[in-house]
Each structure stands twice: as C-alpha cells, then as structure tokens.
C-alpha cells in the first residue's frame, strides 16, 4: 500500500508562499485522487485540494485563486502550492490518498503569522 510523507512546511509571514511536497512509496499513476487536507489546533481537520488521474482539480472555497494543487505521476509527487497565505491557513497539512482511505502520513506545519 502507498505510503505518503510530506514536507515543505515552516513559518512565513502573511502574503508569504511555501510549497508543499508529498512524496508517494509507490506510483500514482492510477490513484484516482491525490488530496490535501489540514487540521488546525483545537480543530477538525478539513480538506483543502483535490487532483484526480484524469486531471480534475478541485479547492476549497477558503484557498480558491491562493492555493494550486498539482501532480506528478513520473516522481509520485503530489504538491500544494500556497500564495498569500493568512494566518487562518496555520495547520498541520497532510496528504492523502484515494486507494488508502483513513490513512495519513505525519504531516507538515505550516504557520503563517506577523
């Protein structure tokens, strides 16, 4: 089964940008869904972006026109491009996968704060 471990996060400014990486043991070139998700302190977690095999991306209302969600089946990569981050976008982001439901890897911070 896949495993996934993400890295890129860290602490910026707001307006700042960071780049999420999700690194896959395996190929996803026929996982459906790649997705990010995020869980803030004292919070569910919520899901952020989706990229579908088929080349279907989808956001959440709250990073639409700020966060961009790509894929790279060749280096079964999945990354998460973050603009104008605000503070509201402080979490811990995970990476997810459609043929592992219910797993997550570690995640990574990301905190956005003046």
């Known amino acids: 089964q896949v495993q996934l471990v993400e890295s890129g996060g860290g602490s910026v400014q707001p307006g700042g940008s960071l780049r999420l990486t999700c690194a896959a043991s395996i190929s996803i070139f026929s996982i459906n869904a790649m997705a990010w998700y995020r869980q803030a302190p004292g919070k569910e977690r919520e899901w952020v972006a989706t990229?579908?095999?088929?080349?279907?991306?989808r956001y959440a209302d709250f990073v639409k026109g700020r966060f961009t969600i790509s894929r790279d089946n060749a280096r079964r990569t999945v990354y998460l491009q973050m603009n104008n981050l605000k503070p509201e976008d402080t979490a811990v982001y995970y990476c997810s996968a459609s043929s592992r439901p219910g797993y997550w890897g570690q995640g990574t911070q990301v905190t956005v704060s003046s």
């Open positions: 990229a579908t095999s088929g080349g279907m991306k």
